[in-house]
């Protein structure tokens, strides 16, 4: 539980007494539970699964019935969720909440996460509160050896699905199909099934257009595809994206756009290193990208910090970025070159590299 | 907008001003807009969705930018959330909630999803507010015309994924290979990415398990498998449940676990006729299954109403029903068979059949 130390140091600091997680993440992070969250809020839940972390250590869960045979090694609590009877799961929650709070001995200031927390747990908890949600995306940021193996093997998913997708990805599957089994190939490997952000496009329009979403599309010959895959692993969220042509020769405008996002990646690559400012990372992305001729409308990489113009962070060892520097084109679809990296002592590893290559086979 | 009208009428009956919805579904139910949910609350979203609807039918949607492009003939308010910049997505939301309750001049009693509902709303919207989650269950159970539509592609979806799990439940296949086929199958039917409840369980352990997640388990001959699959299918939910044994013979035991279940639905669709006590039908389900050796610990089906035995409400005409009576040992496996059946003026449809048959390729 060094996560939980690592926090009860920081509400230490910011003068606050319990931290009552409500987000998926958060709680995975501090308690290593791992909620699940594939259909949003499940129908057998009264609220959000909640961590209490007390500045003095102390942790407490409140999840529903379903999802305590789950929890290892952590003091929780359940309500009746899922069972068979008419029940208000609502007010089951509320009443766990409570139960917990009081045997945890809950009072003074709480930090909450101000995008999750529910309406209904500030009567409950009554007292001062304040959103940590600042606070915990910096200590977030930086992984505890523990927290670095599972980034590990989420990249090593991720880096099985896009050779899944270079098999998969042939004329006549869709875009669909290529995904789900990439998910097969990734979710194996993981064992569970996984929660999944990213996208797999094919064509020229789907490609070059952002926030297009994986439909039936049929491959065709020449496609220009962008696979970014990112599942939650175990609770921790991988991420990369591969492009390349389906079953025929890039062209001289594709080959252009994919040397220079794998170029800008490159750059990322040796510039990273503790102590660089975000917003340097970002303009030499940028700058780089533009000189081919590339303006990319989104962030240059995540998790925090994100990689944007106006962001004064400082990179720190043990973070990890997901750098993306892209092209994006109308007439000949979209590249996009992502890989996991981890900041090291005195530069930057690629977490878990695979083969980034325009040439389907080659 | 339909259900704009209805949830208004509810609202002047039960003296409630303005609904603000914050669940997925009830955005769905209410507006048409279909939020996503597959990855829970997305990082780049200040808070859910969010719909306020009023006595006077007045409709807007408040929405992080990523999303408003997806909207259709709703009055919204974004704010930024996917972007290039640090930004506050909290307080991005809470200023377009701000903004959009100007707009529409909400002011007196809100209704509230207690579930889903933000704290910081609270202090936003201030006045009084009350929960409204009973009566928009009871509201959303009886489908319109446009409903009965998209829960019937929903249902042929469905219909579709028990198709193919029955042709690629072979030896050498994992649970999650087979699942991930059946996802691609209904999606490409679908045209998108379909959040996913269920489950596709093989071996007598795991299916007699409740609780068990799909894994990567190996198929081998003999298996029992249940595949339970609920895709969200446009912003509606399918159900459907199949049973079968992997490339055998199923045992006299596991036939006549089969031939419970099956006899089980096939009473409840004969029993099921609006006026009829949700309880009643629960008590005929359980004592059929009950004489023939089998008790089952959860509902005998839902939405709402649920199928439980202390559920005093009646079946009315246009509810669909997801009836599950089903069969578990230790030794044997677990067999379920559920169809979704809607509730007509006379008695009960069965929504999209599929071939329920113990013996594969039978």
């Known amino acids: 539980?060094?996560?939980?130390?690592?926090?009860?140091?920081?509400?230490?600091?910011i003068k606050v007494d319990w931290a009552v997680l409500t987000g998926a993440d958060s709680v995975c992070f501090a308690t290593g539970h791992v909620v699940s969250i594939e259909i949003g809020l499940n129908p057998f839940a009264g609220g959000p699964t909640l961590a209490f972390i007390g500045r003095d250590q102390s942790v407490g869960i409140v999840c529903a019935n379903i999802e305590g045979e789950q929890i290892r090694g952590v003091n929780y609590e359940t309500y009746r969720g899922f069972e068979c009877a008419v029940t208000d799961v609502a007010a089951n929650f509320h009443r766990a909440v409570?139960?917990?709070?009081?045997?945890?001995?809950v009072s003074g200031k709480c930090g909450i996460e101000a995008r999750s927390h529910p309406a209904s747990l500030n009567e409950i908890l009554g007292g001062a509160s304040v959103s940590i949600d600042h606070d915990l995306a910096r200590l977030r940021a930086i992984k505890t050896p523990h927290e670095i193996e599972k980034m590990r093997f989420a990249a090593l998913c991720v880096a099985a699905g896009q050779d899944e997708a270079r098999k998969r990805s042939?004329?006549?599957?869709?875009?669909?199909?290529?995904?789900?089994?990439?998910?097969?190939r990734m979710e194996n490997m993981a064992g569970e099934r996984c929660a999944f952000a990213g996208e797999y496009l094919s064509g020229v329009t789907h490609t070059a257009t952002l926030g297009?979403?994986?439909?039936?599309?049929?491959?065709?010959?020449g496609d220009p595809i962008i696979?970014?895959?990112?599942?939650?692993?175990?609770?921790?969220w991988g991420d990369s994206c591969g492009s390349f042509i389906v079953d025929a020769t890039p062209s001289d405008a594709y080959l252009r756009m994919f040397q220079a996002s794998r170029e800008a990646l490159d750059l990322a690559i040796s510039e990273i290193r503790p102590g660089?400012?975000?917003?340097?990372?970002?303009?030499?992305?940028?700058?780089?990208?533009?000189?081919?001729?590339y303006v990319y409308p989104h962030h240059s990489g995540h998790e925090f910090p994100r990689i944007v113009p106006d962001e004064d962070a400082r990179l720190e060892a043990d973070m990890f970025l997901m750098i993306e520097p892209s092209?994006?084109?109308?007439?000949?679809?979209?590249?996009?070159?992502?890989?996991?990296?981890?900041?090291?002592?005195?530069?930057s590893e690629i977490v878990a590299p695979f083969e980034l290559n325009p040439v389907l086979g080659a």
Chains 1, 2 share one sequence.
């Open 1 to 13: 539980m060094e996560n939980v130390a690592r926090l009860a140091g920081v509400l230490g600091e």
């Open 98 to 105: 409570l139960a917990m709070a009081k045997r945890l001995g």
């Open 170 to 184: 042939s004329v006549g599957a869709s875009e669909l199909d290529v995904l789900n089994r990439i998910r097969a």
């Open 212 to 221: 297009t979403q994986p439909s039936s599309r049929v491959l065709q010959k």
């Open 227 to 236: 696979c970014d895959l990112g599942p939650r692993v175990h609770g921790y």
């Open 276 to 293: 660089l400012k975000v917003s340097e990372l970002d303009r030499i992305l940028r700058a780089f990208m533009q000189k081919q001729g």
């Open 327 to 347: 092209a994006y084109d109308p007439e000949v679809g979209g590249v996009r070159c992502e890989y996991m990296l981890r900041v090291t002592s005195t530069g």
